[in-house]
DNA sequence: ATGAAAGCGCTAACAT
DNA sequence: ATGTTAGCGCTTTCAT
């Protein structure tokens, strides 16, 4: 620990003004001597400047947040690597914050109020749930935000968001194509946004299908431990069934379509726990293609939803806007692709 | 966005001072007629202060900053957690920074240089490497830092520490009690201060079973990728026996001690690649005690090093400094704890 | 109880 | 090319 050096110091032991140290350390004009008189005593001195200081006079922090729900869900730090990656080439600093639950002391809400006092120039913000005072306090603050996800179409704020509907029907349209036909949608909690545009897609997808039976069913949030707790409902209903009965009965699913990776690694274990055999008697994706599909298994089949690359998209319409704050609002999409693996096709699945 | 209302305009409105707002504003002395007027007023102009201002003025900006290596390896979530616990109720903001490679151009260096321009006031730093650069940054930094790990004697930084190496070493008593004779020890860079404590940790433990054969790989770093990597080469040298050879041959270790739960669980994955029984013909264990350990199966055997209980009493050292920067530094330390489970465990391994 | 004014450290006119 | 000065928004003496 150390005591910090002001420009004024600076410029006394350089024999200069403090305008002059200013200039000669900004690069602005000055002659090579005072440069060198000045570079010298900053050095000696330890000298940086007060990044306070230079905010309250500039107006401008240098600095961006990304903030995310949780953290914990590899899918944000996928995120998080693509919005890093454009912040860093554009002189950004990225701090981040995990708002964690939606209501607690550090609600994003809180967040947004905090970014108000002029923390940071920008926000990249992906929402589990839009509600108005969300919006409200969207409309309301005085740096730019960007959000990954989906708004109403009249918030007028820049978005990157993906089509996790196509993306759920994507995921029933290969196990359909591999035969399946009792598919069962392993959802989230139905209330957020992600939770109703996944719900929305595998009802229109096995809609398409009459051939199908479909069953829908929803975790009280996105986390492996909820998804295992509904897929034990999912697939044991009355909780008594022996494995026998279970692989046997019309009335159990031939496939899980989870919400996201975690809900569906969930479903993974208790598929285990009931010694149903995946992919043999039982099929299951996930939503998010994150690095934990690579850690079970059977790997697990999963639709990306490209987030590093709408990271990177984020933050590039957010350093757009602080450059153009009067551009029009603009709304990025990326394609959803599934990566199709061990624990949705037999053959894939036995090495 | 909407443009920042200033204490000026506030006092403007309600008629009275800008030091009398001010005063109204933090609870300081003012009558009851003044605090109604000015609330209003700010509350009409949506005010809210300046955060950089009242950094200036103030000297501290009520912001906490907490760095680690990878923000994608789930023991620093844990940490954060704990964390970010005690600094909620502590009235402090938490942002978190990813460095990533050690020497890239967000490099711990640069965090703490960073510091000094007074972006937060204090920092939470659990490095995976201790280098002289590092030491002497910290030396030469106005703000309080922790540090989450081991550091020289003569530092003089307060600091939470564990004893990874007693941790590995419990592994590796649990491994002999189980029958266990052939212990290889995966290591990630022994050049990391975790990686020379756990080799330590193995090579004493071993030392002390003449009966033990031992041998150490070291893996490039601290990924599943890369155990997975180096658990081949040390599973299967010549890489190319069969299955059978491989398991007949007294060569085999018959356990792996890893030196994190990311590198067991390539270890796992390796075993699995070459069809080597999990726990059958080979047992593996883990050190965090992460999340990760019940994703996998079989679960995995970890030493717990506490890591959440470290960031909350690293955050209590950090806010207690903050309150009293000349006392003496402390350094704190939890004990590790082996948790068993499948991965280590012939019986348990079989539900 | 309230107002006037200084000043935190810095940058950017403006003048020389 | 360099120095003088105003002022970013706020808190806090110091008078009154």
Same mark, same amino acid.
């Given at each position: 620990?150390?005591?910090?050096?002001?420009?004024?110091?600076?410029?006394?032991?350089?024999?200069?003004?403090?305008?002059?140290?200013?200039?000669?350390?900004?690069?602005?004009?000055?002659?090579?001597?005072?440069?060198?008189?000045?570079?010298?005593?900053?050095?000696?001195?330890?000298?940086?400047?007060?990044?306070?200081?230079?905010?309250?006079?500039?107006?401008?922090?240098?600095?961006?947040?990304?903030?995310?729900?949780?953290?914990?869900?590899?899918?944000?730090?996928?995120?998080?690597?693509?919005?890093?990656?454009?912040?860093?080439?554009?002189?950004?600093?990225?701090?981040?914050?995990?708002?964690?639950?939606?209501?607690?002391?550090?609600?994003?809400?809180?967040?947004?109020?905090?970014?108000?006092?002029?923390?940071?120039?920008?926000?990249?913000?992906?929402?589990?749930?839009?509600?108005?005072?969300?919006?409200?306090?969207?409309?309301?603050?005085?740096?730019?935000?960007?959000?990954?996800?989906?708004?109403?179409?009249?918030?007028?704020?820049?978005?990157?968001?993906?089509?996790?509907?196509?993306?759920?029907?994507?995921?029933?349209?290969?196990?359909?194509?591999?035969?399946?036909?009792?598919?069962?949608?392993?959802? *989230?909690?139905?209330? @957020?946004?992600?939770? +109703? #545009?996944?719900?929305?897609?595998? %009802?229109?997808? !096995? $809609? &398409?299908?009459?051939?199908?039976?479909?069953?829908?069913?929803?975790?009280?949030?996105?986390?492996?431990?909820?998804?295992?707790?509904?897929?034990?409902?999912?697939?044991?209903?009355? *909780?008594?069934?022996? @494995?026998?009965?279970? +692989? #046997?009965?019309?009335?159990?699913? %031939?496939?899980? !379509? $989870? &919400?996201?990776?975690?809900?569906?690694?969930?479903?993974?274990?208790?598929?285990?726990?009931?010694?149903?055999?995946?992919?043999?008697?039982?099929?299951?994706?996930?939503?998010?293609?994150?690095?934990l599909t690579e850690i079970v298994h059977p790997s697990l089949t999963s639709v990306s939803l490209a987030s590093r690359r709408r990271g990177q998209l984020a933050a590039e319409l957010l350093m757009r806007r602080l450059e153009d704050p009067a551009r029009a609002p603009q709304v990025l999409s990326v394609p959803p692709l599934l990566q199709v693996r061990g624990s949705s096709t037999?053959?894939?699945?036995?090495?």
């Amino acid at each position: 620990m150390v005591q910090r050096a002001t420009l004024t110091q600076v410029a006394q032991r350089a024999g200069v003004s403090i305008a002059s140290a200013s200039r000669a350390l900004n690069g602005l004009v000055a002659s090579p001597a005072t440069v060198e008189k000045v570079r010298r005593a900053a050095d000696d001195l330890g000298y940086v400047p007060d990044a306070s200081a230079r905010a309250l006079k500039m107006g401008s922090t240098g600095q961006l947040t990304f903030a995310v729900d949780d953290i914990g869900n590899p899918v944000y730090v996928e995120m998080m690597t693509g919005v890093q990656e454009v912040v860093a080439a554009g002189g950004y600093r990225l701090q981040v914050t995990s708002t964690g639950a939606t209501s607690g002391p550090h609600s994003v809400l809180d967040l947004i109020r905090n970014l108000r006092r002029g923390y940071a120039d920008g926000l990249i913000l992906s929402p589990l749930r839009v509600t108005p005072e969300l919006l409200a306090e969207l409309a309301a603050t005085p740096v730019p935000v960007v959000v990954i996800g989906r708004l109403p179409q009249h918030a007028g704020v820049d978005t990157v968001m993906t089509d996790s509907a196509l993306g759920v029907a994507l995921a029933v349209e290969h196990l359909h194509a591999q035969g399946r036909r009792r598919i069962a949608f392993l959802n *989230g909690p139905g209330d @957020t946004t992600p939770g +109703a #545009a996944r719900r929305r897609g595998f %009802d229109e997808a !096995v $809609a &398409a299908h009459p051939d199908v039976v479909a069953s829908t069913h929803e975790a009280v949030d996105f986390t492996m431990s909820a998804g295992r707790e509904a897929a034990h409902r999912l697939l044991d209903p009355t *909780g008594r069934s022996t @494995t026998a009965e279970l +692989a #046997a009965s019309p009335g159990t699913p %031939d496939a899980v !379509v $989870a &919400a996201n990776d975690l809900l569906a690694i969930g479903a993974l274990h208790a598929a285990h726990d009931l010694g149903l055999d995946v992919p043999g008697r039982l099929a299951v994706t996930g939503v998010d293609d994150t690095s934990l599909t690579e850690i079970v298994h059977p790997s697990l089949t999963s639709v990306s939803l490209a987030s590093r690359r709408r990271g990177q998209l984020a933050a590039e319409l957010l350093m757009r806007r602080l450059e153009d704050p009067a551009r029009a609002p603009q709304v990025l999409s990326v394609p959803p692709l599934l990566q199709v693996r061990g624990s949705s096709t037999t053959t894939a699945g036995i090495r």
